[in-house]
């Protein structure tokens, strides 16, 4: 009994300590990512240089600033010319201009105040029938797959777990996938848990607008 009572009581200790130290080592991580960003000043201004003592977190200030700084540079019309100028000198560049534009329109679509990278969570059949997981739409099929495809079909992107930023990118028949009524913010956190975290029930029907897709239809 004594035994089992210490072994609920370390394992409670380690459900509250370990979501906690994973938080501190991330945030600390990205902190010093972005800490790096002190190299662009010059050391005499370096706040060990001027206050005698380092400062956690300011160069993640001065990163956050400088992001803000380009944002209202590049809003304005002299800005706008100059991003058109440096896309435009970066295109000239074989092997740079591949990656920056590939990278640039995946953040485009992710980053953007108008894109929809992850519109809708859909519950799909992958990678065989009878087994089912999460993928979230990302929109329809275009250019030559569009011409080659009979029928309608969506773009849905189907996450890894606990890691969602691999995947796969699919494919599939509209007919194929089922709209659910959970946010993209929660179907993540279930992929994330390994379906540990339980999306809340869904809302009585009638409340809003049905499913996508019926597949019984």
């Not at 894109?115 to 275009?142: S, V």
């Amino acid at each position: 009994m004594r035994r089992q009572l210490i072994k609920r009581y370390f394992i409670t200790g380690l459900l509250i300590w370990v979501p906690l130290a994973i938080t501190a080592w991330v945030l600390a991580m990205i902190i010093g990512t972005m800490d790096q960003s002190l190299h662009l000043l010059p050391a005499a201004i370096h706040p060990r240089s001027v206050l005698g003592f380092d400062i956690p977190g300011s160069g993640a200030i001065l990163t956050l600033l400088i992001i803000l700084l380009t944002g209202v540079i590049a809003a304005n019309f002299i800005g706008q010319r100059l991003v058109v100028w440096w896309e435009g000198l970066l295109a000239r560049i074989p092997v740079v201009n591949s990656i920056y534009n590939s990278v640039k329109q995946v953040s485009d679509t992710l980053f953007s105040s108008s894109g929809n990278a992850f519109r809708k969570a859909l519950l799909i059949e992958y990678p065989r029938r009878g087994a089912w997981t999460i993928a979230f739409l990302t929109g329809r099929p275009g250019g030559e797959m569009e011409r080659h495809l009979a029928g309608e079909y969506v773009s849905v992107y189907v996450p890894t777990t606990p890691n969602p930023t691999s995947g796969f990118f699919l494919m599939l028949p509209r007919s194929e996938v089922v709209e659910l009524e959970m946010s993209v913010d929660t179907a993540l956190k279930y992929v994330i848990s390994m379906g540990v975290v339980a999306p809340p029930p869904p809302r009585a029907a009638g409340v809003s607008g049905g499913p996508m897709i019926n597949r019984n239809s």
